[in-house]
């Protein structure tokens, strides 16, 4: 279930209007039978419809007196069902789930996040887990006929530095910028970044307002950029869903890559990339959690941050972030960073060599740590935009080194594989290595997701 929203203000009122004018009787009948119709579709309905109304409520008549069933419905012509994977559930990316208590001995809990794509063919973010047991059979948990939504934090805080030094990035940093933010403490919330604004706006003409001034309006939507979404704890894992929630994900949150990160003291931070998509530009951005329940989304900054793809290595090398990328659309390069948000220089590490990816490739997910070196899928696009699946190898120490790669390819889409909405596309966004055996959550032409279990042993024998 999702808010319905208008371009006009005038719509709002218009609806409203009509919800005030009815009958204190026909108020209850109708709001009894959408009830009766809707609620054992949705958890906590009526608590949703009411905190629609709250969002609402602003366009209400001056000194409207509202009874709670009157509030009830108003939010109810303000929210619509949507199926947020009526169209696809693909591409997945796959990592030990954080919770592995109740297992049996040699099994191991998973957890995946996946592009599920609904009406208007717009990409959220789904998840859902599973187990693995001691002889790599794979078991996926029933998931919830629920979804939720989270609620969007509408006031998270900024550090002021890192703040300034992406406005820098954006080429928004200017004796205007550092007028605006000058004031701010560190760190600062979005309520006072915007007062500030306003303010700051104020003194230079009363009627300027921050969409109108082009360092202010950029401003503002960088800090919109870099928000935080919070689920609730009773709500299962299968019925989080994150949806596009600024203009930049307007037409989809796509390809997140998972990655179980190692920090320096030896904790695990969970970082995501995944490409935000506004129907005509692509931007990388970056999530991170600790719990799966609050997430904080950011802007990923440098002129490293090109093209989609980007994925990080799960611990840090010599002391610094690693990031495998795509910055001309064709070729695989290495990034290092002292910032996991800022990212500069590329490295050339791999290019299309071989008939079934002469048109592009790119990684499939955060490299996996072996004894031999770190392994990388890719993907290689070839004749008739076929899409498969491939894989390298490389240096512990210094992965800029490649030790091999395959010359045919891993995967590749036959069968049913080849049939959907995007059809003969082979995709991953991440596996899993459990003892010799490679678990392969991966997409079928844009339409539902299958597993493969690969030998590691086998892999590393065919590369040259």
Not at 109 to 122: A, K
Request: charged fraction near 20%; proline fraction near 6%; aromatic fraction near 10%.
């Amino acid at each position: 279930m999702r808010p319905l929203g208008f371009n006009s203000d005038v719509d709002y009122t218009k609806i409203i209007s009509r919800v005030m004018a009815l009958e204190d009787g026909e108020v209850q009948d109708v709001l009894d039978e959408v009830l009766a119709t809707f609620a054992a579709r949705h958890r906590g309905l009526t608590e949703r419809l009411s905190a629609r109304f709250c969002q609402v409520e602003r366009f209400l008549p001056p000194g409207s007196n509202v009874s709670e069933s009157r509030k009830i419905l108003i939010g109810a012509y303000f929210m619509f069902e949507y199926s947020a994977e009526s169209a696809a559930l693909f591409n997945p990316s796959i990592i030990p789930h954080p919770d592995q208590s109740g297992l049996s001995k040699g099994a191991l809990r998973f957890l995946l996040s996946l592009r599920s794509t609904g009406e208007g063919h717009v990409s959220s973010i789904a998840f859902r887990s599973g187990i693995i047991d001691v002889h790599n059979s794979i078991f996926l948990d029933q998931p919830s006929r629920f979804l939720a939504e989270p609620e969007i934090i509408e006031n998270p805080s900024y550090q002021k530095d890192l703040f300034q030094r992406k406005l820098a990035e954006m080429g928004l940093s200017c004796e205007s910028t550092d007028r605006m933010l000058g004031p701010l403490s560190n760190p600062f919330t979005l309520t006072e970044l915007k007062e500030l604004l306003k303010r700051t706006l104020n003194g230079t003409a009363p009627d300027l307002s921050i969409e109108s001034d082009p360092t202010a309006h950029g401003i503002w939507l960088m800090a919109k950029s870099n928000y935080e979404v919070q689920f609730r704890s009773d709500q299962e894992l299968s019925e989080r869903i994150i949806f596009p929630a600024i203009p930049i994900q307007s037409n989809g949150i796509e390809d997140v890559r998972l990655v179980a990160h190692q920090d320096e003291n030896g904790g695990i931070v969970y970082y995501a990339t995944y490409t935000a998509y506004d129907g005509r530009n692509v931007l990388p951005q970056l999530i991170e959690t600790q719990d799966f329940l609050h997430f904080k989304f950011a802007t990923l900054n440098g002129p490293g941050v090109q093209n989609k793809g980007m994925a990080l290595f799960p611990r840090r090398i010599d002391g610094r972030f690693a990031m495998l990328s795509r910055q001309d659309g064709e070729n695989i390069f290495l990034m290092n960073s002292d910032n996991v948000h800022f990212w500069y220089e590329a490295k050339l590490i791999l290019s299309p060599a071989h008939p079934w990816e002469f048109v592009k490739m790119g990684n499939c997910g955060s490299p996996i740590e072996t004894k031999e070196g770190w392994l990388v899928l890719s993907h290689g696009v070839g004749p008739m935009r076929r899409y498969c699946l491939g894989a390298f190898l490389l240096d512990r120490a210094d992965p800029s080194v490649v030790l091999g790669r395959l010359q045919e390819p891993l995967m590749f889409p036959e069968g049913i594989e080849r049939e959907g909405y995007v059809p003969n596309v082979l995709y991953t966004c991440g596996a899993l290595l459990r003892g010799d055996q490679l678990i392969l959550p991966y997409g079928m032409s844009d339409r539902v997701t299958g597993f493969a279990r690969i030998s590691l042993r086998e892999i590393i024998a065919a590369m040259t």
